[in-house]
């Protein structure tokens, strides 16, 4: 796997920082409400992520199951988003915390997000380990962002290439050869 790596764009020990400091922020915007949020990450991109992070929340809270595929070939370029698996709770009057890998073009978050708020949430909020802030919409909200990072394509710590490199520990950059 270490010889597909081209680098590390941000290591393991300062994804740890933020996680902390995320969990913070968190806290702070739900306050008494923290308690009976219920978590849904978005499958499989952010299970390394919301695991990490759920970590150091230290309320009680749910978490919410649902899968979305969205269907690409080597890079993001183009796709479709569905929905694979819904979500295996009632999220009616609850406070809905959606968690997901990173926030490129959007079009992933507003399926789920769109899905989700048909189902009347109390709120309905999101956090993303990772923002491309070349590409993001500008009108798409996100309350907690881990890092914005430049336009490259990475892998680790959840984010795949064809479903490997989920394991490597930090988020890095590809060997571009690998998917051109
Ligand atoms: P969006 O729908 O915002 O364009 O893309 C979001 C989804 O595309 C993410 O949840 C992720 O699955 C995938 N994606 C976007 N950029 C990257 C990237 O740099 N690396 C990986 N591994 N997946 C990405
Ligand atoms: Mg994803």
Redesign the pocket.
Known sequence: MQQDIERILIPRSRIQDRLHELAREIEGVYGDQSEGLIIVP?LA?SIIFTSDLIRCLPFKMKIGLMTIS?YRGAT?AGGE?RLVQDLNLDIRDRHVLVV??????????RVVLSQLALRGPASLRTCVLLR?LAKAPTDFQVEFVGFDIED????GYG???NNHYRNWPDIAVLRPELYR
Not at 100 to 109: A, M, P
Not at 152 to 155: A, S
């Open positions: 978005v991109g969205r993001t988003t997901d890998d990173i926030l490129d073009t959007g079009g992933t978050l491309k490259v394509f990475v892998v984010l795949d290439y």
